[in-house]
């Protein structure tokens, strides 16, 4: 029995394509996800023996979104679904695999595999350093050819490297390699529009952020940019002299990062980064001892607020991180509120600077490198708009530092917020002007 099916125009362009590296998307409901599986069986169909695999970027996801499609347009003759090994064997011999990529060393599971088209659904889900790792899995001498097909919406951890590779110069050439930029909409699916008509009107009615990423497919409005009302010119200002201000750090620790920040508070309660710590592979004690190393002894450090996990016990010693860091002289350590959402809505607070008045959170140029560089790289989780996608990891500790040190100050609580614990130290920056410290510029960095 022949079967039919039937394809949108903006999808047969898709399956058309000779280009290296393709790109079909924008908004949402446009048809991506069934244009992969469909590509994916016609490419099984032409080219007996071959390979692929089309990638999600989690498990769950890959189960509800491109498992049920392909149940729906493979032909049960045509193969057979491997479920335990998320493989379509196709009688010619060809391969589909299904996979995902969750965390960034899930792509070592394909270090010895050989594909010869490999397809992102929802490519902007994923780093640029799965992409291109997976980009060198694609190679084989069977003569049949060989493509990256992606497709995806604006926003997520993964916009600024797609918008670059194939939104911004839609049919690039580059040493010979040919990309393609297919832009879809809602319109442009007829499946949907005819099956749910009132689809583009709520997509239309969704808040202006929302609705130009998911309607109007629109790059450059949404950066995915987590903290939007960050700007440089604002918020970096020339380092000046702190004598009379308060003066606390915040810490986030890591064997993989530790991240320290000095903290300076006005009479307003405005405050001032004005140092930080920035070091990979520091045991607890040196951690503890490059933070006092770095604190000239005329800085008055009310308290160090630092993650509460540093108060579990160690299996190693049986003692708790805070205690071996007290031990190596880092006293005044106390645990942060580590709620996270509630942290970043402060952090956004203390950021927002509007009508022209200035912001409460200020840095000081050139002693905060590494805070600056990470605060506008941190972009809106794909599970919940309201915290931050916690890839690329490493850009995230000094702004988790930055987040446990925000919120160790007194402030109107929110509804819902829960009262101080006993374990702060009441309001730390109830104490007398620091007088007579020296206020050489040098000694802020
Ligand atoms: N070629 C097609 N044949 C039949 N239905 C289709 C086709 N393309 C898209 N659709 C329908 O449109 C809906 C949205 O398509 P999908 O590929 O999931 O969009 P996107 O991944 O862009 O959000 C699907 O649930 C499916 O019912
Ligand atoms: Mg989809």
Request: glycine share 8%; aromatic share 12%.
């Amino acid at each position: 029995m022949k079967r039919e099916i039937e394809v949108t125009e903006k999808q047969a362009a898709f399956i058309k394509t000779d280009a290296d590296e393709v790109f079909f998307g924008g908004a949402a409901g446009g048809g991506k996800s069934c244009a992969q599986v469909i590509d994916a069986l016609f490419f099984a169909y032409s080219h007996a023996g071959s390979r692929q695999l089309v990638l999600r970027r989690t498990f769950p996801e890959l189960e509800r979104s491109i498992v049920p499609l392909c149940r729906r347009f493979y032909p049960k003759e045509a193969g057979k679904y491997i479920s335990s090994k998320h493989v379509w064997r196709f009688k010619n011999g060809s391969l589909i695999e299904l996979g995902y990529l969750e965390a960034e060393e899930d792509v070592t599971r394909y270090q010895s595999a050989e594909y010869d088209v490999i397809r992102f659904d929802e490519l902007t889900h994923f780093t640029e350093s799965q992409y291109l790792y997976m980009l060198s899995r694609l190679r084989g001498a069977n003569g049949f050819p060989k493509q990256m097909k992606s497709t995806g919406n604006p926003g997520g951890v993964g916009h600024a490297f797609v918008k670059k590779r194939f939104i911004d110069d839609p049919d690039a050439v580059v040493n010979g390699r040919r990309f393609q930029f297919i832009p879809s909409f809602v319109r442009d699916n007829r499946f949907l529009t005819e099956a749910d008509p009132g689809y583009e009107k709520r997509l239309s009615e969704l808040p202006e952020k929302e609705r130009r990423r998911l309607l109007e497919g629109d790059w450059n409005f949404f950066d995915g940019a987590y903290f939007s009302e960050f700007s440089p010119a604002v918020h970096i200002v020339k380092p000046f002299d702190l004598s009379g201000y308060t003066r606390f750090r915040s810490l986030d620790y890591g064997l993989d990062m530790t991240a320290c920040l000095w903290w300076a508070v006005d009479a307003k309660g405005d405050m001032y980064i004005y140092r930080e710590l920035y070091e990979s592979g520091l045991t607890l004690s040196q951690a503890a001892e490059r933070i006092t190393e770095r604190t000239p002894p005329f800085e008055d450090i009310v308290y160090t607020v630092a993650s509460p996990d540093l108060w579990n016990r160690r299996q190693e010693s049986g003692f708790s991180g805070a205690e071996i860091m007290y031990s190596a002289g880092l006293t005044g350590l106390i645990p942060a509120d580590s709620g996270r959402v509630r942290g970043l809505r402060r952090l956004r607070e203390l950021l927002r600077c509007d009508g022209g008045t200035s912001p409460k959170l200020r840095f000081f140029e050139g002693c905060c490198p590494n805070l600056v560089r990470c605060l506008p790289l941190l972009r809106h989780s794909d599970r919940d708009p309201e915290d931050v996608a916690g890839e690329p990891h490493e850009i995230t500790h000094a702004p988790e530092s930055l987040r446990y040190g925000a919120m160790s100050r007194p402030s109107v609580p929110e509804k819902g917020t829960p009262a101080p614990s006993e374990r702060s130290f009441g309001d730390p920056f109830a104490k007398d002007a620091d007088d007579g410290a020296p206020s050489y510029q040098y000694l802020y960095c």
